[in-house]
């Protein structure tokens, strides 16, 4: 486990206090949040700490910030996927920032990882973008994960800090109570168990789960707080540097 990550680009107003203690960031553009002046200003905060930038394209949906399916057709689908990754990368550009991963937001994120033909919709876009050969997914995501593999993409496989996980590895929904951790201990021991490679899921079960990134959330409660000590655990120990 080498990579601390977080979504960033949201407006929440922490993102220069979260931006020194994460090693790669996952930027709104366009789809749940954002635009131009949003990812310009997200990028060129990130240059300044030297963290990894990633596009974040999620389901076109601002009012529900992405986080219920707004799915319409494929063509639709595809062509708002392909407004938002030409969008940021049209910034990293302007910005000579080298683009480093693609990591969807919110319900498509979670829907992927179940619909396989979902996730070749959403391959057949990225793959226009020859210069990105990262992609975030959920650890636990078997077809998903070998479906980008075998099309020649690095998965870091994602496990996220602040969210409480159900036995198919999927997140408890966010409507529901605990769904996202409200205390520091809860986060903490999360993170010691994916050290072991495992996780305690809602029912008190423990199941496998292999972690290349750690997600915090930038809009859970103090998380500005949060991340120092998720550095202190995940940078530090794993000797990455930053």
């Not at 929440?12 to 002046?37: E, Q, V, Y």
């Not at 920032?97 to 391959?123: F, P, Q, S, T």
């Not at 305690?200 to 789960?209: A, E, F, M, N």
């Amino acid at each position: 486990m080498f990579d601390l990550n977080c979504d960033l680009g949201e407006e929440i107003g922490n993102d220069n206090k979260i931006l020194p203690w994460i090693t790669s960031c996952n930027i709104a553009c366009g789809g749940h949040f954002g635009n131009r002046n949003t990812i310009t200003k997200t990028i060129s905060l990130a240059k300044k700490y030297n963290v990894r930038v990633g596009a974040h394209p999620s389901y076109y949906d601002h009012n529900n910030f992405g986080r219920i399916s707004a799915y319409t057709n494929k063509k639709e689908f595809q062509n708002s996927i392909r407004t938002q990754l030409d969008l940021f990368q049209e910034v990293a550009n302007e910005l000579n920032a080298r683009w480093n991963h693609i990591k969807a937001h919110g319900a498509l994120y979670n829907e992927m990882a179940k619909d396989l033909n979902l996730a070749m919709e959403y391959l057949e876009v990225i793959k226009e973008y020859r210069n990105v050969s990262i992609v975030y997914l959920p650890s636990g995501s078997g077809k998903i994960i070998d479906l980008f593999k075998s099309n020649n993409y690095s998965v870091w496989k994602e496990g996220f800090a602040d969210r409480r996980y159900e036995n198919d590895y999927s997140l408890l929904d966010r409507s529901l109570k605990g769904s996202v951790f409200s205390n520091f201990s809860e986060i903490k021991n999360q993170i010691l168990e994916f050290f072991k490679g495992e996780v305690t899921t809602i029912t008190g079960d423990k199941i496998l789960l292999e972690i290349d990134t750690v997600c915090l959330h930038g809009d859970t409660l103090n998380a500005d707080h949060y991340v120092k000590k998720l550095h202190a655990m995940i940078i530090k120990k794993s000797g990455n540097g930053k």
